[in-house]
Every structure is written in C-alpha cells, then in structure tokens.
C-alpha cells in the first residue's frame, strides 16, 4: 500500500508560478512510477507529467511543455511539480499517483493507476 499526500496548490495570477510536493510513503516506494494529473470542472482527468521510480525518464503532455518540470528527491520521498507562466486554462484540482508502470503509459491512463492522493486546487485567475 502506498499513501500520497500532496500539497502547494493556491490562487495565483496568470503568468505566475507555483510549486506542488507529493510525499510518498508505504513500503518499496522507491519502485513505483509517480506522476502528476488534472481534473477541471466538467472535463476528464489528464495526465500532466509522469516520472520514473528512479527520475530517469519524464513525461509531460504538450499542454505543459516548457512551463512545468516534474523532479523527484528520493532520500526525501517527494516528488515535485513546479508549474511557471501558468495560464487560466491550467486551474483545476490536480492529483499526484503512482504505480508501477512505464511513465508514457501512466501518464495516458490515469484509469489504470492504482494510487492517488487527495488532490489539491489549483486556481489561476487575475
């Protein structure tokens, strides 16, 4: 069993920044991929990046490309999203989730993850 707890989500303008932390826990954390999603109001849940249980490989949708970056700490057991130049079009509950999959096909099947936190809001407007 793993839990994961996210944190870091807020208002913030259009343009701004902000940094959400998932900490991990459970037993053999280390070995399962972990990645970031997204659910806005009436629309299905995204895959935003995804990263391998050892950070060696990354996955970001398009949407996110250049603006956010999914690093993990191991010794801390956090894995991290830092989001800039964020737009309206990004605000939604976002999830951290894990499981032992490839980080592509995490990130394309949030329906075949096993693991997920609570979420945390994230609101971007002026």
């Known amino acids: 069993q793993l839990q994961l707890v996210e944190s870091g989500g807020g208002l913030v303008q259009p343009g701004g920044s902000l940094r959400l932390s998932c900490v991990v826990s459970g037993d053999t954390s280390d070995y399962y991929a972990v990645g970031w999603f997204r659910q806005a109001p009436g629309k299905e849940r995204e895959g935003v990046s995804c990263?391998?249980?050892?950070?060696?490989?990354?996955n970001y949708a398009d949407s996110v490309k250049g603006r956010f970056t999914i690093s993990r700490d191991s010794a801390k057991n956090t894995v991290y999203l830092q989001m800039n130049s964020l737009k309206p079009e990004d605000t939604a509950v976002y999830y951290c989730a894990a499981d032992t999959m490839d980080v592509q096909v995490m990130c394309v099947n949030p329906r075949l993850v096993g693991y997920w936190g609570q979420g945390t809001q994230v609101t971007v407007s002026s």
């Open positions: 990263t391998s249980s050892r950070g060696g490989r990354t």
